[in-house]
């Protein structure tokens, strides 16, 4: 009988240690970014996440939740993991936060589905505690027993559901950790949190095109991955173009100044420069703007007020210099770079090897797409 008892013991405490450990990692590497934008909308911006100290306080509220469970029901053997299936499902409902939230908070299928799995629930525990006490013997012996592996499999089934049914969605993730380094003033790392990705929407865009804009990197790095939404997507519209944790004083302060009334980002720029408000910044994020647009000759016929020609001007205005040389038949300004002017002869050879439209595009992308050439041709959409 002792011996029985001390390998149920050993089982629960590895049942514990595997969710604790799970459930802080998870919080702590995985979800930590999606919690603080669920935090500050739901406080209206009055508090803000705390990344350890969130982690630990949930992984113990949940813990505590399990030993109510366990007190309550007295499921052992075989079924003991199930004392664990409250805090897990608890754990998908505060993970599985919307991209949308911002647009008002909503229980959403949690009205039906919370109340249907805990009926289910109750009756397997009905069930499970019948079955308790007719269950034959099993091996039972130490750490690896028969006892612990079908516990650790149950866990296991549960925390595939975790995954599966939270919030899993990466560009959300990404946009979420931009705007947390965004917020520490960790301009790089925000940067990061953009790349990598084969297609990205216009809230990422944005958050990218902000934080290249603070690095003074706009008019070297913005191309250099997928970026879609036009100019439009150079400042937050609260639809398309969403920022839901960084400031947008501090965003329209660092181009310039905020207004009270909504203007597209070109009309935006164009206003505070007449009115003399723009800062340094905003000269990068004007042209930038007409490139995102592919407005080659407005983009050519303002360069010169922000670089001089003759001048190491950013990789993606050389690019955009030299397409509009070869693409215009009197161009207003004839630029030249003897290595891009090579480098653009071998994309357009490039263009031209493969009729098959798939194969080209994924040819040049492989080559040329981190440059602007790229984004003109094929990207935006």
Request: proline share 3%; aromatic share 14%.
């Amino acid at each position: 009988m002792r011996r029985a008892k001390n390998s149920t013991v050993t089982m629960r405490v590895i049942c514990t240690i595997v969710f604790l450990v799970f459930t802080f990692c998870y919080l702590y590497f995985y979800q930590s970014d999606i919690l603080a934008v669920e935090q500050h909308v739901l406080s209206c911006g009055k508090t803000h996440y705390n990344r350890i100290l969130g982690a630990v306080l949930i992984t113990a509220i949940l813990y505590i939740i399990q030993v109510g469970v366990f007190a309550v029901t007295g499921l052992k053997k075989r079924t003991h993991a199930l004392t664990y299936l409250p805090s897990f499902l608890l754990l998908i409902f505060i993970t599985a936060v919307s991209p949308h939230i911002d647009e008002g908070f909503s229980f959403g299928a949690w009205l039906w589905v919370f109340p249907l799995v805990l009926i289910l629930y109750i009756l397997c525990v009905m069930f499970a505690r019948g079955f308790q006490t007719i269950e034959p013997d099993m091996n039972s012996t130490g750490i690896f027993s028969q006892l612990t592996w079908t516990n650790i499999l149950e866990m296991v089934a549960m925390i595939l559901c975790t995954g599966l049914f939270s919030n899993n969605n990466e560009v959300f993730h990404r946009r979420a950790h931009a705007e947390s380094c965004l917020i520490k003033g960790d301009w790089n790392g925000a940067v990061k949190a953009t790349d990598g990705l084969d297609k990205a929407d216009s809230s990422l865009t944005f958050l990218r095109a902000i934080a290249l804009s603070h690095e003074g990197k706009l008019g070297e790095k913005m191309f250099e991955v997928p970026v879609t939404g036009g100019s439009v997507s150079m400042l937050p519209n609260g639809k398309s173009v969403r920022c839901m944790m960084y400031p947008k004083d501090s965003i329209y302060l660092w181009l310039g100044r905020r207004y009270i009334q909504y203007m597209l980002p070109l009309h935006y720029l164009h206003f505070s420069f007449r009115n003399h408000t723009a800062k340094k910044a905003a000269g990068d994020y004007l042209l930038t703007s007409y490139l995102m647009d592919k407005n080659l000759d407005a983009f050519a016929a303002t360069i010169e007020k922000f670089y001089r020609l003759d001048s190491v001007m950013p990789k993606h205005y050389r690019e955009a210099l030299i397409l509009y040389t070869h693409h215009r038949s009197n161009p207003k300004i004839v630029y030249h770079s003897s290595v891009m002017d090579a480098d653009f002869q071998d994309y357009q050879t490039l263009e031209h090897q493969n009729p098959n439209p798939r194969q080209r595009q994924a040819a040049i992308r492989d080559t040329y797409g981190n440059t602007y050439w790229y984004y003109w041709q094929y990207g935006g959409k």
